[in-house]
């Protein structure tokens, strides 16, 4: 049983590939949100997928619980610390904690099954994705930009994608002439008009609301760097294994960061704590908390990470 969020289900995909791993004749049921839904299913392991579509009076977890009682389960494996374990016939559990320990979430679910080493995310791709990443994303250097998020309040403004983009692809940048990449879930065009007319549209591939998550992370695979936002996409770009950095602002970088030795971040001048503790501060709102990230302060770390991989590489 994984995450509801896009981001938390793509983190917790290590812990599930690990299982595999220990159990390579275990046959995988998955419970999660809808939008992860994709994630699992090209896991050849998994043979079933149940999504779990939130209704009124805790009814989904009802829903779960008579969709899974009849089967007796070796291990359940409990992501959202519901009270299911306790009341499906199982020989063994492993049900997560939430604690206040500045680590990685990836570390922390490991070590709800007491795994000395993180588990790493991955994604399953098939050759159907390949196939559909190869129409998308053509040969030649690309830039992946992920500008939108869940909330307002992660999202770099546009025109700041579009200036970082313009001197990431420009004359002088570290590629030039490279295409750019735009990705992002159906419902959220609005959000980046400005960054999508900005770029020259010979050299803009439009992905919004195109793909699914493993069509997404196959095309990923394709591009040369990704710079987005904290969000589900910045998740799935790490554990596709573009080198990926990540943008914060009003998130702690310590539990989310992107994952893995091809990533960096960068964070807005405030810390975490800074932003959230403001005078000013509203959950509520979805004006941006990350104006005060320059793109210079972002282009540089971008040229940094594209050096360290082109090192790795060689």
């Given at each position: ?21 220990q ?12 939008a ?9 392991s ?11 009076y805790a ?38 904690r ?14 709800t ?34 500008p ?11 025109d700041?994608f579009?200036?970082l ?17 735009v ?16 770029i020259?549209p010979?050299r ?36 596709a ?7 914060f ?7 989310y960061?992107?994952?893995g ?13 800074q ?11 979805q ?8 793109v ?19």
């Open positions: 049983m994984t995450s509801n969020r896009v981001g938390d289900a793509i983190l917790s995909t290590g812990l599930l590939a690990h299982l595999i791993r159990y390579p004749a275990a046959r995988v049921t998955v419970a999660c949100g809808p992860a839904e994709s994630l699992f299913q090209s896991c050849t998994v043979e079933r997928v149940i999504a779990l579509r939130k209704q009124r009814g989904h977890w009802a829903r779960l619980w008579a969709q899974t009682v009849s089967t007796f389960w070796n291990i359940v494996v409990d992501l959202r610390g519901s009270a299911l374990a306790w009341v499906l016939p199982h020989a063994r559990h492993f049900i997560y939430p604690n206040d320990k500045p680590i990685h979430r990836v570390e922390s679910l490991g070590r099954m007491g795994l000395d080493a993180a588990p790493t995310p991955q994604v399953w791709l098939n050759e159907e994705h390949a196939v559909r990443a190869k129409e998308a994303i053509p040969e030649g250097p690309v830039v992946a930009l992920g939108t998020a869940n909330w307002g309040g992660k999202q770099w403004p546009p700041s579009l200036d983009a313009l001197r990431l692809t420009g004359p002088s940048g570290p590629l030039a002439g490279a295409r750019v990449a990705f992002g879930a159906n419902g959220e065009r609005s959000m980046v008009g400005a960054l999508l007319d900005g020259p010979d803009t591939i439009d992905l919004i609301g195109k793909t699914d998550l493993p069509v997404a992370a196959a095309c990923l695979r394709r591009c040369r760097l990704f710079v987005g936002n904290d969000s589900g996409l910045m998740h799935l770009a790490a554990a294994g573009v080198p990926t950095l990540g943008l602002g009003p998130s702690p970088e310590q539990h960061r992107p994952w030795s091809h990533t960096a971040f960068v964070r807005t001048p405030e810390s975490f704590e932003i959230v503790n403001a005078t000013d501060y509203d959950y509520r709102s004006q941006s908390r990350m104006t005060s990230l320059s210079d302060t972002v282009l540089s770390a971008a040229e940094e990470l594209l050096d360290k991989t082109k090192e790795v590489t060689a």
